[in-house]
Each structure stands twice: as C-alpha cells, then as structure tokens.
C-alpha cells in the first residue's frame, strides 16, 4: 500500500498505545481495527493484519506474566485448548462474510464491546489464588474458551477486555490473575486466527509487521507496569480507554 510518513507514525504510534493497554487490561483492539481501516484496508484484511499485529504483543504479554507466575497453563489448559478450537471457526466464518457487512456491523461490535467492558459488573480485588478444581470450572473454562475465542476469530476488538472481566467474574481471581489468564488465551486466539487468515490470504505482512513489533514493545512496557503496580494502576486506565474508544466510535458512527 502506498501510505504517507503521516499513516505510518500513526499506525506505529497506536501499535505501541494498543499494546500498553492490550497487556494492562484488553481492548487494544478497538485501537488498532479502526486504524486500520482509516489506512484504507477492506474488512477482511483489516482483521487479518490485525491478528498479525496482536499476536506479537499477546506473545510479549503472555510471556511476562507466566515469568512472573501469574498464568499456570496447565491450571488452564481446557480454556486454552476451547480457544483455539473457537477461534479457527470464527475465522472461518467471517471469511464468509461479504465486506459490504463487515462494514456495517464492525463499528457497532466495537461500540457494544465497549459498552460492555464499561458497565460490566465483576472485578474483585480478591483472592489472589486460583479457584479449586471441579467439574463446573471444567466446564466453565469450556464454554468461555469457546465463546471468547469464537469472537476473536469473527472480530476481535475488545477480546482481552471480555477475557479480563469474564474471568474475574466467573473465577472470583483478582483482576491481575484474570489479567494474566486474558493475555495467554488472546494470544492462543490470536495466533489460530492469524494462521488461518494467513490460509486464506487475508493478511497485509508488511503493515502487520510494522504494528506487530510497537505492539510488542507496548506490551513489554504495560505487563511491567501491571504488575509493579496492581489491581489499583490496572483499573483506572481500563475504565478510561472504554470512555474513550465509546465516544470516538459513537462519533464516528453517527456524527461524523
């Protein structure tokens, strides 16, 4: 693509702000669709090149978090495995999909995701353990893996924002352990979306690549900081980033 100095400072630019606030809280995605398509890419390729972009810095996320003992991936491994499986068939799906309607519905996902994240009761300051294992986390684990990774694969802007408050209120786990579980199963998400977006070629490498590694560098610096500071640094800049990707969608939905 043929895109000015003016684009690609800000595509580079919003990759490094997604992934602070991808690794901190999710929704980084609400981000980085938009500029996307703002780039003058159609749909399809959007989300693909997307899905690039994000696997570099839910990779980077996900790494520091299990360093630092905050995801067991064993613990965890049904909702993993549940991921992969629903975010392959949302890709597949979408793929389905004319661009005259992704076009359409894209904007009002990304305003009810955010809508959502806002409003959504279920953040707990505590306990900072992992729940006792049974048959109901078993299928709890289940139908949230496939659920969540099912919209990562048909759209995914606020993915991680669903993964951080469904976690913590499905599992009664602080907001940083639900943190920690959000940024390993969005990059499961991610990475078998990116693989059968890349089957199916909708994929722009070179703008991927180019979000993909400010991503990543965003996210390195957010995963530090999340878990310097806790529960108290994480919750204000979620709140925040909602706030402000709902008025700019609002605006660019219905008043622009």
Known sequence: MDLDL????????VGFIAGFIDAIAGGGGMLTVPTLLTAGLP??????T??????????????TFYRKKLFDPLFWR???????????TGTLIVSLLSTEFLDKVLPVIIMLTAAYTLFAKGMVEC?????????KLTL?????GLTLGFYD??????????????????????ILLSSGLARANNFVSNLCSLLTFIYLG??????GLMMGLFLMLGAWVGAHSAIKHGNKFIRPIFITVVILMSVKLAWDAWLS
């Open 50 to 63: 997307n899905k690039l972009a994000s696997t570099f810095g839910t990779c980077t996320a996900s790494i």
């Open 140 to 144: 709890k684990q289940g139908i949230q």
């Open 153 to 174: 694969g048909i759209a995914g802007p606020g993915t991680g924002a669903f993964w951080t408050v469904s976690s913590s209120a499905l599992y009664r786990i602080n």
């Open 6 to 13: 003016t684009m690609w400072l800000l595509i580079c630019g």
């Open 78 to 88: 049904v909702s993993l495995i549940t991921t992969a499986i629903g975010a392959i």
């Open 127 to 135: 306990p900072d353990r992992l729940p006792k294992k049974s048959h």
């Open 202 to 207: 909708y994929v722009n490498v070179l703008l």
């Open 43 to 48: 749909p399809h390729i959007a989300l693909g």
